[in-house]
């Protein structure tokens, strides 16, 4: 139960923390920046430049807005449905990369709902221009990649030694 319990506890702090730094920074350039303009932080690597997206991530299937939101919100439940279905057989870092994942997702439709659009500022020169949630969202996916990597090679060495009766 304290597991659980604990697990549950990172989940939503990582979840929180997700959205309030997503929409902080989103709430920040949209008070600070005009929509268009640009800030060179780092030149030729890395400026804030401020876009509203009305598509999926990095600016996919714009002007399908409601395809986009709903396609989100349905992600959004399926996720959690895992979540809530896989608690206790999941290690800690599992509900981390859900807390991004989702937290990032909810930002963005957050963003929708209210706006019709998303802001993104953060721009790389040679990738789309994309924010904090989007970053959130893949950071999820790859530590959920290499937990299920870790998982599945843990229970195959743990096979391969029960077979050679180890």
Known sequence: MLARNRKMFVFLLVFFFSIAIDLGTKALVSA???PGSSI???PHVLSFTYTKNRGAAFGLF???GQIV???ALVVVVLMLIWFFSSQQEKN???FVALGLMIGGAVGNLVDRIFMGKVVDFIDVGW???FNVADI???AGVIILIVVMILEMTARSVKED???TGD
Do not use: D, Q
């Open 92 to 94: 800690v870092w599992t």
């Open 136 to 138: 959130e969202i893949v």
């Open 69 to 71: 939101f709903w396609s």
């Open 62 to 64: 714009a002007g399908n």
């Open 127 to 129: 990738w789309p221009v």
């Open 40 to 42: 060179t932080l780092i």
């Open 161 to 163: 030694s029960k077979k």
């Open 32 to 34: 600070l920046m005009e």
